[in-house]
């Protein structure tokens, strides 16, 4: 996630012209026909874009993100997580009574293990085919039995691969909860479980 304010070198509380100036100053240098990089004028474009709509402004002043502005894997971290805070906000027992933050951690961590488990058991089936498609003698011609023994084999490799890049969203949106902890009834402050190695 880029920070438009960065971006343009303005501070939070700049109002309208002073963002214009801004992006005029630093989009004149920044131009592809100006010998600029056209990596970082998209940027400055972005951010000049965000802070002139009042409404992504406030956005993302209020949470950080913009989706045009936030990076993809963020994106999917951050969509999780949202669901996980539904579960917490929907939780019927008394605010400081248990740990909505480790109950996140641990769901997350669960989703990992079942995603891991049913990738090994997608190997598994994956090798039963192949070892069907080298035992199957070949019909002369049209070999259809082997084409659709294939097409399921490469179905599950797409499967294999959805549940790798599943199992990275969960590890980027364990890591985004790196840092925050939740005061108990009491004021005891649970342990912060260490990062995953």
């Known amino acids: 996630m880029i920070d438009p ?67 993809a894997k963020d994106l999917e971290g951050a969509l999780m997580l949202e669901m996980l805070v539904n579960d917490f906000i929907l939780d019927e027992r008394e605010p400081g009574s248990y740990d909505p933050v480790a109950a996140m951690r641990r769901k997350l961590s669960d989703d990992i293990v079942k995603s891991r488990f049913h990738i090994l058991e997608l190997e598994r089936h994956r090798s039963r085919v192949r070892k069907h498609v080298d035992r199957l003698g070949r019909r002369p011609g049209n070999d259809v039995l082997g084409s659709m023994l294939r097409a399921r084999s490469q179905s599950i490799a797409d499967a294999i691969r959805k549940a790798e890049a599943q199992i990275e969203t969960i590890e980027h949106a364990y890591a985004m909860l790196e840092g925050y902890s939740y005061e108990l009834e009491g004021g005891e402050l649970p342990m912060m479980p260490k990062a995953a190695e």
């Open 5 to 71: 304010y960065e971006v343009l070198g303005v501070g939070r509380d700049a109002d309208d012209q002073t963002i214009k100036l801004a992006w005029r100053k630093t989009a004149k240098h920044a131009h592809p026909d100006s010998g600029g990089d056209v990596e970082h004028f998209g940027r400055l474009q972005l951010a000049y874009d965000l802070l002139r709509d009042p409404v992504r402004r406030k956005v993302y002043d209020d949470t950080g993100y913009d989706p045009q502005l936030a990076d």
